[in-house]
């Protein structure tokens, strides 16, 4: 019997990874978990990576020669974990294939720093960034997608448009509405759903759940730029991206977007490794080329 990487994938997922996140005792040895796995995804080469302080956050910068445009990327981790460095490996492949700068703050985590301390975080970067807004696409992924579209009704709102935006898998709604919580708890290969409820309280502290700071689902996109987004339908979050996509249209916007079949979470982290994840970039590299191609005659 002939067995597909992603067939693979799915199993070491969910008999190893998906178990030790359901008994990991404490955020901070998920955080060190999460640290070390990453050490694992490859690195693309070329790029000048150094640290900077943006809106006074302390920001990884990674820079392609001849960069068109400034990417700010938002990691994922639930708001308790994650860092610049967890994620620099993707970020640095969107960066050298896209021609864009990319900006990963470091942005505070839950519990120490609860909502709203990463919703400030990012806006204070975002707004640094403003100046460069007509070539500036802000992205992320899992929490990092939810806080990629809190942050750009905000910017909306403000009169300060990115030129697009993009997320992978989307946190889009803290106050747990979604089906697929509960109808993809087993089908999810990675996220354990058990766990989902002491993750928000960790990030949420007394906040409310639908605050559209924390669940862009509720927030407004006026004059929203075109947005991209990717989702599985075999995770426990692929309600949110369903609804948050029809949400984005319903406001008015453009929305490019794509159900992939039976992948797990933010399967992109896996590229160069797994076929569906080049293949999911090679959709938002062209997306992003159809962008700076296009003439933006909104603003």
Known sequence: M??????????????????????L?????????FELQAL?????????DETVKIGGISCRKLTPKDARGTLLYLHGGAYIMGSPATHCALAGTIAAKTKL?????????????PFPAAFDDACAVAQALEPLSDHLVIGGDSAGGGLTLAVLSHLCETGHRPRSAF??????????????LSTNAQTDAILPVERIYEVRKHYLHNGDPQDPRASPLFAPFRNAPPVFMQWSDSEILADDGRRMAAHLRAEGGTVVSKEWHD??????????????????????YAFIDDQFETPDTTR
């Open 167 to 180: 997320a992978f898998s989307p946190w889009t709604d803290l106050s747990f509405k979604g089906s697929t």
């Open 40 to 48: 694992g995804f490859p690195r693309e080469r070329g790029l000048k």
């Open 101 to 113: 700068e990319v900006i990963l703050p470091a942005y505070r985590l839950a519990p120490e720093h």
């Open 2 to 23: 002939l067995f597909r990487r992603r067939d693979v994938l799915n199993f070491w997922l969910r008999t190893v990874e998906k178990r030790k996140l359901a008994w």
């Open 25 to 33: 005792p404490t955020v901070e040895v998920q955080r060190k978990n």
């Open 263 to 284: 992948l797990p979470h933010v399967w992109q982290l896996f590229h160069d490794r797994l076929n569906e994840a080049d293949a999911a970039l090679q959709d938002l």
